[in-house]
């Protein structure tokens, strides 16, 4: 599926996401994240061996809603299925670009310590495959002065 144009501008100016996924038939776990993409597909990076990484590895479907940057009552739900886990080291430097673009800074470190001093434990990404996007795109809610 075909990502928005305003999607891809959102998540390029530091969007945030907050993903939801299935623990068991009871309970769904949800998570504040960073977002990012990569041609129609939706990264998520998180550190190996969470709750999340162990749910997703049983329930591949899940939901992720992207808030708009400035818009606060601005949104897409997009909700698909994790086709691909990348767990090498491509997923640690893709952190660090993310960090980078979100914070201006290395992932958990200053410039120039590198993971293995800085005791960090190693990432994954998920490809997400996009299978529906519901659009919560609306003007800015303006209140009436008193």
């Given at each position: ?12 100016n ?7 996924t ?25 550190e ?6 162990e749910?997703?590895?049983i329930?591949?479907?899940?939901s992720i ?5 400035s818009e606060?009552?601005?949104s897409?739900e ?16 893709h ?11 290395p992932?958990?470190r200053?410039q120039?310590?590198?993971w293995?001093?800085?005791n ?8 997400v495959?996009?299978?529906?996007i ?13």
């Amino acid at each position: 599926m075909q990502l928005p144009n305003e999607l891809k501008l959102a998540i390029d100016n530091n969007a945030f996401c907050a993903i939801a996924t299935k623990v068991n038939d009871e309970e769904i776990q949800n998570h504040l994240m960073w977002v990012d993409y990569k041609d129609n597909h939706i990264l998520i990076n998180t550190e190996q061996g969470r709750k999340k990484t162990e749910n997703i590895r049983i329930h591949k479907n899940l939901s992720i809603v992207i808030f708009h940057p400035s818009e606060m009552y601005s949104s897409w739900e997009v909700r698909g299925i994790v086709e691909n886990i990348i767990d090498d080291d491509s997923a640690n430097n893709h952190i660090d670009y993310l960090s980078n673009r979100y914070m201006s800074k290395p992932y958990l470190r200053t410039q120039g310590v590198s993971w293995e001093e800085a005791n960090i434990k190693s990432r994954e990404i998920w490809e997400v495959n996009v299978k529906k996007i519901i659009s919560m795109v609306r003007p800015q809610a303006k209140s009436e002065p008193e």
